[in-house]
């Protein structure tokens, strides 16, 4: 039977030495914050622009396109989008989907010197009753036909004139002003301003065009039938992608892109925490091979020596691993915008928490813990006990 050393011995061990066990596990926690808040980041992008996506609804864009600003549809062309027998209808009679035009504007930043792109999207009157989930949330909806714009509460206080009651110029000379907040369940919606269709494209001499069509079909098995009735009609010139579709690949290079970058990070940072675990270690085992000697002296076999201190190390590891994830919860409170790539206008995101993530992050940690415990384990475990206790 083999004699296991009792968890007692390494609990009081990390104690003891309370100084060491900080310096290391505040290394660890540093990793684990920085992964953990990374992978909630990816998350949030993907959960921000998925947010915009309904599960009925299909987006239509000119062949070739792959976003909406560099789409173009023919003004006459959303009627004949919006007739087929797949689009559901609105209470009213009407076709239940819209025609917007997307563009973006360069607006000064509010508490430094730069510049940044905002989407601004210009919308038909049914637009409330098309996105049921967009809701004022301060002010009152834009008067259609008007210089009148509502923002997303996203960017909010971001951009010079972008707050209730301010005004600020589409292009020169062509003053808007902002009578409403809205929003959308923390879609990228809320990182765009909203205003008349007609006005903002006689604004930019897009008069007779949209950037896209979105329709609500009946149900979503009949997205199929409405794509082979708009791809089946050449003289269209335009492919039709389900709105989730259309979203997720919008997300991709950016979630990509920051993952890749956090990994890197990662990386580095865990490199160095486990060598200052692994510094740790060794300085523990060399302080302590009296002990080392006694234990193998009263029947403790290597396999024990060396379970006892990779178990010491991955307590240590999980100790900083519990740190690092706590404080990366906080990042939740924390509002993140950087550039779409698709749409290259700023968007603000948020640090999503999941509890896999949060699971990731530990076996990081044990892992690191495993890895950085495991050289100096084994050191311990070949200490000839005899000199070890001379020691």
Do not use: C
Request: aromatic share 6%.
């Amino acid at each position: 039977m083999i004699l296991m050393i009792p968890l007692a011995y390494n609990l009081r061990n990390l104690t003891v030495r309370l100084s060491t066990t900080i310096a290391s596990a505040s290394g660890l926690a540093l990793v684990v914050f920085v992964f953990a808040s990374v992978m909630m980041l990816s998350n949030g992008i993907e959960k921000t622009l998925g947010r915009s996506a309904q599960s009925d609804v299909a987006i239509v864009m000119r062949k070739g396109s792959d976003a909406e600003l560099s789409s173009g549809i023919e003004e006459t062309q959303v009627g004949l989008v919006l007739a087929g027998r797949e689009v559901k209808k609105q209470p009213n009679g009407q076709p239940d989907g819209v025609g917007e035009v997307a563009l973006v504007i360069l607006l000064d930043k509010i508490g430094t010197d730069g510049v940044s792109n905002v989407q601004i999207r210009g919308v038909p009157d049914n637009v409330m009753t098309f996105r049921p989930n967009v809701k004022i949330v301060d002010g009152r909806p834009a008067q259609p036909g008007t210089d009148e714009v509502i923002i997303g509460k996203a960017i909010r206080g971001r951009f010079k004139g972008i707050d209730l009651g301010q005004s600020f110029e589409l292009r020169k000379n062509r003053p808007v002003k902002v009578v409403g907040v809205f929003a959308d369940g923390g879609s990228s919606f809320e990182s765009e301003i909203w205003g008349d269709l007609h006005t903002i494209r006689s604004s930019f001499g897009r008069e007779g065009t949209v950037s896209s069509v979105r329709a609500r079909l009946q149900d979503e098995t009949k997205f199929d039938a409405f794509k082979m009735a708009i791809d089946q009609d050449p003289q269209l010139g335009l492919m039709v992608m389900r709105e989730s579709e259309y979203y997720e690949k919008q997300s991709a290079g950016m979630s990509v892109f920051i993952t890749a970058m956090g990994v890197m990070i990662g990386v580095f940072f865990s490199i160095g925490a486990m060598i200052g675990a692994m510094i740790t270690m060794h300085a523990s085992i060399a302080n302590r091979q009296r002990e080392i000697g006694t234990l193998r002296a009263l029947g403790f076999s290597r396999l024990s020596i060396l379970t006892s201190f990779l178990i010491e190390s991955v307590a240590l590891a999980l100790v900083g691993g519990v740190i690092g994830a706590a404080a990366s919860l906080l990042m939740g409170f924390v509002r993140f915008s950087t550039m779409s790539f698709a749409s290259f206008s700023e968007i603000v995101f948020t640090f999503e928490p999941t509890p896999g993530i949060l699971l990731r992050a530990m076996i990081l940690a044990a892992g690191m813990g495993l890895l950085g415990g495991l050289f100096p384990a084994i050191r311990a475990a070949r200490m000839n006990p005899i000199l070890a206790m001379r020691g």
